[in-house]
């Protein structure tokens, strides 16, 4: 059955949504609501001092009709690390699972066929009505899915232009490992400031030369057979892509180096023929087409093997190779 993919990311939902509540000192009974309207006091502590973070995962309609989930274990374990980093009550793994696993069933008539898939968006909330908590974590939270069916991020062939900022972080190095709002909102100003004076698509960020990530996605560099990617620290995402990414690289034959790599590194290996990605849920894999250094935008010389990574990844999600890492939760 063709199912139509709207035209902008993310901007249509199923029309219910799964609601957990942590309230009087205990998880509560999942409810289902209507997913356009979520009902918060003004002074919900997240509104104030931002104590929100969220998730983002896919559920994909493979070759033979069936409904997976891609990770979503990753994506919960994630969260729980975020909660508690942001002092708020830490969603219990088998609640929040059942509650993914059911709006996924529920939407499954709505999940396009492949290259498309449904994007949910776990999203966990501070509650507390008071707004005289500046400085501890909320009491109460709750924590909601979104589902959405969305198109293709990816189009083969696109331009990537990414800016070099040598100059500013993306975010508080402690956080960075924090899936929040907090963090998207300290990097746009940078970003919307390159995207004016130098029409990029994304910014990468290296704090003094050390080369880390973009805004949104995680970087890595392929240097012929060697993949060079920041190891796991405090200072950004740990992507679930990324990992998965590695993962399925190394056993295409890929040396995978996590290390700190410079910019310097990074224009010398662009200039002599390297190829560079960036992953995320999204994208999954997206080919770096050029970079902006020092004012002077230079051509990455290809996308191949970031392409092939990237259908290795795919071909897994929709069916089409086999799930040798035990990644597919099935639904339907």
């Known amino acids: 059955m063709a199912r139509?993919?709207?035209?902008?990311?993310?901007?249509?939902?199923?029309?219910?949504?799964?609601?957990?509540?942590?309230?009087?000192?205990?998880?509560?009974?999942?409810?289902?609501?209507?997913?356009?309207?979520?009902?918060?006091?003004?002074?919900?502590?997240?509104?104030?001092?931002?104590?929100?973070?969220?998730?983002?995962?896919?559920?994909?309609?493979?070759?033979?009709?069936?409904?997976?989930?891609?990770?979503?274990?990753?994506?919960?374990?994630?969260?729980?690390?975020?909660?508690?980093?942001?002092?708020?009550?830490?969603?219990?793994?088998?609640?929040?699972?059942?509650?993914?696993?059911?709006?996924?069933?529920?939407?499954?008539?709505?999940?396009?066929?492949?290259?498309?898939?449904?994007?949910?968006?776990?999203?966990?909330?501070?509650?507390?009505?008071?707004?005289?908590?500046?400085?501890?974590?909320?009491?109460?939270?709750?924590?909601?899915?979104?589902?959405?069916?969305v198109g293709d991020y990816f189009k083969a062939g696109s331009p990537m232009k990414i800016l070099v900022e040598t100059q500013h972080m993306r975010c508080a190095p402690h956080m960075g490992r924090v899936k929040c709002g907090g963090n998207y909102a300290s990097a746009l100003p940078w970003v919307a400031k390159a995207r004016k004076e130098y029409g990029v698509h994304q910014v990468l960020f290296c704090p003094n030369g050390d080369v880390q990530e973009t805004a949104a996605a995680n970087f890595a560099l392929i240097k012929g057979g060697e993949i060079v990617t920041k190891p796991l620290t405090d200072e950004f995402l740990h992507g679930v892509t990324r990992d998965s990414v590695l993962k399925v690289a190394r056993d295409m034959g890929y040396r995978i180096s996590e290390r700190n790599?410079?910019?310097?590194?990074?224009?010398?290996?662009?200039?002599?023929?390297?190829?560079?990605?960036l992953t995320g849920t999204a994208a999954v894999v997206s080919p770096v087409t050029s970079f902006v250094i020092d004012g002077k935008e230079i051509t990455v010389a290809g996308q191949e093997r970031g392409t092939a990574i990237r259908k290795a990844v795919t071909d897994i999600q929709y069916g089409a190779a086999e799930d040798r890492y035990g990644w597919l939760v099935k639904v339907a």
């Open 261 to 277: 790599f410079t910019v310097e590194e990074l224009h010398e290996a662009v200039e002599n023929g390297a190829e560079a990605i």
């Open 4 to 149: 139509e993919v709207p035209a902008v990311f993310g901007s249509v939902f199923h029309k219910d949504m799964p609601v957990l509540a942590f309230e009087n000192g205990a998880w509560q009974s999942v409810r289902w609501q209507p997913a356009d309207n979520l009902q918060l006091h003004p002074g919900a502590h997240c509104l104030h001092y931002g104590s929100e973070c969220f998730e983002g995962l896919k559920a994909f309609r493979q070759q033979n009709g069936g409904v997976v989930l891609f990770r979503p274990d990753a994506n919960i374990a994630r969260m729980q690390q975020s909660a508690k980093l942001l002092g708020l009550p830490v969603p219990q793994t088998g609640a929040f699972l059942d509650a993914l696993i059911e709006l996924v069933a529920r939407a499954a008539d709505e999940i396009p066929d492949a290259p498309a898939s449904l994007y949910l968006r776990p999203t966990l909330i501070g509650t507390d009505p008071v707004i005289g908590k500046a400085a501890v974590g909320s009491d109460n939270a709750v924590l909601y899915i979104l589902a959405s069916p």
